[in-house]
């Protein structure tokens, strides 16, 4: 390479550079502009101790034909600047480093049909254990299915278990979504997720920061999932054992001021446990299903979660004053009419009529002028 | 009965007159005082509506037999003044009331070998759904068993389901358990727990507001959870359908300022969703284990619930450094180690040794000069 690059090609230089979420060379970068530092860096002025050999590997690259041949494979790189930019990842310049990563990307890498910005106006991340349940796919499907159907896009990992589900969720839902991957956007990692990283393609978009070629490590995965929790207004955690990188994601949503929510389960299983210590410290939100997420992503009062009705007791459309005098009546045994009128604090005939009525709708029975509840019914659980 | 009665029976023959949980009964008594009331009433004097027939039924009671009968049951009556009085019961006449129940009882009725007053020093109520599932009853039971292992009371209704799954937790925890009852304490609802009534007396005790022989109706149910969630520091939930009683008693804790705690089950289990929607709302904490319940149940700072740790992992033992390159590994192919030196930022020597104490610890492999991660090891969800 031979003429200086411009933005768009330092950019993408430096990226190769150093490993994705390095937050000194996002800071460098931010103060200096992706040019002066891939200038400084050329001279071998090691400004921060980004690396020791690095004027000799900058003078390697070749960004532009980097860009090529990414294009020729259908993908494309974006940088702040461009209209497709997700204005929401400069969050990163702000918030604390983790893991000791940190930072806004240099760019991002694209595979698909979908445009991220438009995708990431309202979106949802879903993230959560490798080794899932079927309770927890089953639910992660389910969430991503709910959100998606309200066009909320679901942002995950295209890992297997939780994230697969949730890509799933959202393609089945005909919703828009998003992986975010930690590896090179041309590569399938895990393999077996090749076809359905064609489906996220087709309809949404396949996002890295990695260049095309580059191959995953638990280090980029680190990296990968500040970029998950900060394309998203808010992250749902389904299952996460204790030590899952699913709670890394958390902790960037709850560092970016994300909304961090978790879906409880059993407290026996350990896919679980980390997601209760997040709702037990009150890191998370709880949530149980699609519409919980939505109220909680949305502004204040645009969407409320319907509230849970048990289905209508036929007692609900008693009057009150028949309602009185059936919860008057012994729950196990019968009583006179008196006795019932004492209890109630109503007068007796009043009782009477009541309890008439009460027959006739099939609450009460009656025998020897003793008044029991109807045997057929049960007050179940609602004392 | 001719003579007017003292404090203690003027409550005794009030009880009988009203249904328990009757806030104007309960005002009238604090601010004029039981036997004043008692007068009043029994002279026809209405001072609120109490009841239209009361002269005549005060006249027609007995309390100093009631009381003979029942010490000949084994049964106590305690009211306020005397030691065993909980002073916390105190708490009611300041709250709020709830479907029309409110106000500390006019006396308790008590069966049982334990002193109320100091089973309810430190005591927890752990209730729920009489139709539980066998996870809710081994949940509540071990919950129950840890935190009366720990001395702490267990409180709850004797009902089908959690409740009896909590009693015996705390009996097998071999701590102390309260059973308050919607019905006279000499009758066992539900008919089955009689035995269990029998081994609560035995080291517990047995309470309830009314007079021996009252059956349990729907309303003293109500009346009843107000005394179970005031009996106590805090109200674990255990299963809740959206209905359920259990719901009714955490509104009381609440209300009473108590610690409102939800174990979360599967959000596809209908006998939780009253507890996710507790917890959802905020309306509860979420606690998984006895150790949950117990901190948050201690003066702030007493007692801490010890942190969940997944089991320490190999490479938790690792320098700082070889972590760092073990993270630089592709996590599913291979890479030089001028590659990794690359990515870990390290000089490719000092790769190369670390590689080296990485493969004889078997975190790494290597074949034709490129190094990847040890086949039989998987970095299981770290990512």
Redesign the interface.
């Known amino acids: 390479m031979t003429r200086p690059p411009g933005d768009r090609a330092a950019r993408v230089a430096l990226g190769r550079l ?2 994705p979420g390095d937050p000194r060379l996002a800071a460098l970068v931010r103060e200096l502009g992706a040019e002066a530092v891939f200038a400084y860096l050329r001279e071998e002025r090691d400004l921060a101790g980004v ?2 050999d690095v004027a000799a ?1 900058l003078r390697g690259l070749d960004p532009e034909r980097d860009l090529q041949r990414a294009a020729g494979l259908g993908i494309r790189f974006i940088c702040p600047g461009d209209a497709e930019w997700p204005v929401r990842l400069s969050d990163l310049d702000h918030a604390e480093t983790l893991n000791r990563r940190g930072g806004a990307p240099l760019g991002l890498w694209l595979r698909g049909v979908g445009r991220l910005d438009e995708l990431c106006e309202r979106s949802v991340s879903v993230v959560g ?3 899932a349940t079927t ?1 927890g796919t ?2 992660a499907g389910q969430v991503a299915a709910d959100v998606a159907a309200a066009g909320v896009t679901v942002v995950s990992g295209a ?1 297997f278990g939780i994230d697969q589900a949730a890509h799933r969720g959202a393609l089945a839902g005909r919703g828009p979504t998003v992986a975010v991957l ?1 590896c090179g956007v041309d590569r399938a ?3 077996a997720h090749r076809d359905l990283l064609t489906y996220i393609a087709d309809t949404g978009v396949v996002v890295g920061e990695l260049a095309p070629g580059c ?5 980029r ?2 990296a990968r ?1 500040r970029m998950i929790a900060a394309l998203s207004l808010g992250t749902v955690v389904v299952e996460a ?5 699913a709670l890394n994601t958390a902790n960037w949503a709850s560092l970016l001021n994300r909304t961090v929510m978790g ?6 299983s350990a896919p679980s ?1 980390g997601v ?2 997040l ?2 410290t009150k890191a998370a ?5 699609g519409s ?1 997420v939505l109220e909680l992503v949305s502004p204040p009062g645009r969407y409320l979660s319907p509230p ?3 289905a209508e ?1 036929q007692r609900d459309r008693l009057s009150e004053h028949d309602q ?1 005098v ?8 019968a ?1 006179s009419a008196a006795s019932l009128a ?2 109630a ?1 109503i ?1 007796e005939r009043a009782v009477v009529e009541a309890l008439q009525r009460l027959r006739s709708g099939g609450f009460v029975e009656t025998s020897a002028d003793l008044w029991r509840l109807d045997s057929r019914r049960h ?5």
Not at 241 to 245: H, I, K, L, P
Not at 263 to 268: F, I, L, N
Not at 326 to 333: F, H, I, K, R
């Open positions: 150093g490993e690396a020791t590997r254990s490798r080794s309770y089953s639910v890992a930690a990692y895990p393999f191959a995953p490590t638990r280090l995965f680190l999932n054992a204790v030590r899952s990188g879906v409880p389960g059993p407290v026996t446990a209760h210590e709702l037990r939100s709880l949530v149980t299903r919980d849970l009705r048990a007791e009185r059936l919860d008057a009546v012994p729950v196990a045994s009583a004492r209890t604090g007068g007050a179940e659980d609602q004392q």
